[in-house]
């Protein structure tokens, strides 16, 4: 279903994206990176955040770690991920599939500077053996992503 609903997303929207399938579980970075033949950078790494009053989705390079000090800087609350059993209920989407696309309600979804080194990468795609191949502009683009510095 959750993939489904990425493609949904792509064919309703008229966007040149695909969601590549795999064979092997793409639900980690170091397993996505190998599966795509790609540095682990490269992986567009998507987590879920629970706010106060809102959850959230930050897209980070797949070698970086969030600082925590940047991250409550600028949300003016502590980084506390979404609960791997509300993950799904909040996003649509599977632990190891979880992606800025195809959402289940809308969410605001930011991405970290750390992206823009790169012309290109990979977010996954609904499933736990998806991805899709972006250029990062235009995952800011089709996200309507907000630019942030919260990674170290």
């Not at 493609?7 to 590549?20: A, D, N, R, S």
Request: charged share 30%.
């Amino acid at each position: 279903m959750s993939i489904d609903s990425v493609k949904k997303q792509f064919k309703e929207e008229g966007l040149p994206l695909e969601v590549i399938e795999m064979d092997t579980s793409t639900a980690t970075v170091e397993l996505a990176a190998a599966a795509l033949g790609v540095e682990p950078a490269r992986i567009a790494k998507t987590m879920a955040f629970r706010l106060k009053e809102r959850d959230i989705l930050l897209l980070t390079k797949g070698d970086v770690k969030i600082d925590n000090q940047k991250f409550k800087g600028y949300f003016k609350e502590k980084a506390k991920f979404i609960g791997l059993d509300d993950l799904e209920e909040a996003t649509g989407h599977p632990v190891g599939g979880v992606c800025p696309f195809g959402l289940i309600k809308p969410l605001d979804i930011y991405l970290d500077e750390s992206l823009k080194v790169f012309d290109y990468v990979f977010p996954a795609g609904g499933g736990a053996n998806t991805a899709v191949k972006i250029e990062v502009d235009y995952l800011a683009e089709v996200t309507k992503g907000t630019w942030i510095d919260v990674c170290k």
